[in-house]
């Protein structure tokens, strides 16, 4: 069996409600950085330097950037078995608090491909508030930056 970690991770947001779409969008991409930090050779590597991080995030940007939208919703959709990506807890305040569980270097992928600030030592993460995390993970996969549509009734 995989040891799994739980990572908290802390997400800015205005007080206002959420955009369900917005969260789903960012839960996607999030996801499908996650899985791709599962396939990516980081033998050797720990997370106990900015210089890693940096060479975590080059790694797995090398692996994702540009590919075909198709190619992300298989990541997103993987199926993982005793790797997945798990939510243990969410809190809905402001900031929104999210403890997620998984491979450590998958979500440490995943958080620094969304922005997120990782403070080595006593782990601690912080992301930008949703909108920017959701422009950093569409940055990192290649894609263009979305653009909102309105529905008039």
């Known amino acids: 069996m995989i040891n799994t970690e739980t990572l908290q991770v802390i997400i800015e947001t205005d007080g206002r409600p959420i955009d369900v779409a917005d969260l789903a969008e960012f839960f996607y991409h999030f996801r499908a950085a996650y899985a791709a930090g599962l396939y990516i050779d ?32 298989t990541l997103a959709y993987a199926e993982l078995d005793e790797k997945a990506l798990g939510i243990i807890d969410i809190k809905r305040e402001n900031p929104l608090t999210i403890v997620f569980s998984g491979v450590l270097i998958a979500l440490t992928a995943a958080v620094i491909l969304s922005g997120g600030k990782l403070k080595v030592g006593p782990l601690s993460v912080e ?7 959701i422009a950093e993970l569409r940055k990192a996969f290649g894609r263009p930056p979305r653009t909102k549509t309105r529905l008039d009734p």
């Open 42 to 73: 980081a033998k050797g590597l720990e997370i106990l330097s900015e210089d890693d991080i940096h060479r975590l995030r080059n790694l797995v940007e090398k692996e994702i950037h540009g590919l075909p939208w198709q190619d992300i919703t």
């Open 127 to 133: 992301l930008p508030p949703l909108g920017k995390g």
